[in-house]
C-alpha cells in the first residue's frame, strides 16, 4: 500500500552535507527535433555530489558522465550519436558540469549556473530548477534522501556537434536546440 512506503516529507532545506545522487532514482535526459517529431534520450552512466550548504547560495554541484552510455532506444541513432559528428567518444568520453553559482528565485526554486563541458568546450549554462523536498524514506536505517528537479536549453552547435543533413521539403534533420532534463534523488553521504 501507498501509505507503507510513503516519504516522511520534511519542511525547508535538506540538512547541510556532502550528497550523491541516488543512481536507480536519477535520470539524466535530453530532448532534441528530429524532423517534425521529438527524440528523448538519457545517459544511463554517470556520477557526481551536491553539496548543501549551511546558506543555499554557497551550495555546489558536480557530475560526470559517460558520453557512451547515451541511449534513445534506437542502436543505429546511438552509434551516430557517438560517433565524430556528436559525442565523439573516443577522443572525449566524459561529459561535466560544475556550478558556480546557485541563485534562488522563490520558496523552492532556483537557478543554478555552471560551466558544462562536451568535446573539451566548456560553456556556462543556466538551470532551472526546483527543490520537491527532502525526508526519509521506508527503510529506518536508509540516509536522508532530497530530490530536485532541473531543465535548460542548449545549441548543440555551441559544442562543435554541427552534423545535419537538410530534408527535401525544407528544413533540417536534426534540431540545433536541444533541451536537457534532470530528475534527481540525493542522498545524504556517510560521515565516516
Known amino acids: 500500500m501507498a501509505d507503507d512506503i510513503a516519504l516522511e516529507k520534511r519542511a525547508g532545506l535538506p540538512p547541510a ?3 550523491r545522487f541516488d543512481q536507480a532514482h536519477t535520470r539524466i535526459g535530453f530532448v532534441a527535433r528530429h524532423m517534425l517529431s521529438r ?13 548543501i ?21 534506437t542502436e543505429m541513432r546511438d552509434n551516430h550519436l557517438r560517433s565524430g559528428d556528436f559525442l565523439e567518444i573516443e ?7 560544475r556550478s ?6 522563490g520558496e523552492s526554486t532556483f537557478d543554478l549556473v555552471g560551466d558544462l563541458t562536451i568535446k573539451d568546450t566548456t560553456r556556462e549554462v543556466v538551470l532551472s530548477a526546483e527543490f520537491l523536498g527532502w525526508g526519509a ?14 531543465t535548460t536549453e542548449i545549441d548543440r552547435e555551441d559544442w562543435d556537434m ?13 534540431g540545433k536546440t536541444v ?4 530528475d534527481a534523488e540525493i542522498n545524504l553521504a556517510d560521515d565516516d
Open 179 to 182: 533541451r536537457i532534463e534532470i
Open 53 to 73: 550548504a549551511e546558506r543555499p547560495e554557497d551550495s555546489s554541484v558536480e557530475v560526470e558522465i559517460d558520453a557512451g552510455s547515451i541511449g534513445t532506444d
Open 100 to 105: 558556480t553559482e546557485l541563485r534562488p528565485t
Open 137 to 150: 524514506g521506508p527503510n529506518p536505517d536508509a540516509p536522508p534522501l532530497a530530490a530536485f528537479y532541473a
Open 162 to 174: 554541427t552534423w545535419n543533413v537538410v530534408v527535401e521539403t525544407g528544413g533540417w534533420l536534426v
Open 39 to 51: 527524440v528523448h534520450g538519457r545517459f544511463s552512466a554517470f556520477d557526481g555530489t551536491v553539496v
Open 91 to 97: 577522443t572525449y568520453p566524459k561529459l561535466t558540469f
Open 17 to 19: 552535507g556532502t550528497w
